[in-house]
């Protein structure tokens, strides 16, 4: 998933089934509209995306619903790994809940997630493993139990990084 859902997650002027099944269409063969209808509406219920219906444009949606579009995209395909960068970035504290509930059940699921997000407490409220980077590098790996965002601060930010040059 996107950091940026307006420019690489959606296309805006589609509708929200085109948006959710494009992953899953095959180059130059035909589309099945009524099966790709159908399973963007059982995604659209699964991830409770509050919309008129399959047909309407994602750019009719709030942030957090086209958070959400993006998510059921992702869905689509059925993957063992999730890889969602900045996945709360611009959404409203209600779709972030919600967003973070269906991470829940899908790590229950047995999908591994793999999270980049620059919010501390998102990191401390759904990792199990911390890679903190700095400078573009990784230089620590905190199991839950010793990632703080003190210490996941001041790693970052290079503090207890030895000199690289020697």
């Known amino acids: ?20 099944t494009v992953g899953s269409w095959r180059a130059l063969r035909r589309t099945h509209r009524r ?3 159908r399973a963007a509406g059982e995604l659209v219920a699964r991830l409770r995306i509050r919309t008129p219906g399959v047909d309407a444009p994602a750019s009719a949606l709030s942030g957090g619903n086209q958070q959400k579009v993006v998510v059921a995209r992702c869905l689509t ?3 063992s790994v999730l890889l969602l960068d ?11 809940h919600e967003l973070y509930e269906l991470l829940g059940d899908l790590l229950e699921q047995g ?7 620059s919010e501390l407490g998102e990191i401390l409220g759904l990792a199990d493993r911390v890679l903190v980077l700095h400078d573009r590098c ?4 905190l199991p839950r139990e010793e990632a703080t965002q003190e210490r996941i601060a001041l790693l970052s930010a290079g503090g207890g990084v030895r000199d690289r040059a020697a």
């Open 1 to 20: 998933m996107p950091e940026d859902r307006h420019r690489q997650g959606l296309v805006l002027g589609a509708s929200l089934s085109d948006n959710i």
């Open 35 to 37: 099966a790709d209808r």
């Open 111 to 117: 999908v591994a997630i793999i999270l980049a997000s």
């Open 86 to 96: 900045e996945p709360t970035r611009g959404i409203d504290i209600g779709a972030k």
């Open 138 to 141: 990784v230089i620590a790996e």
């Open 77 to 79: 395909q059925r993957p």
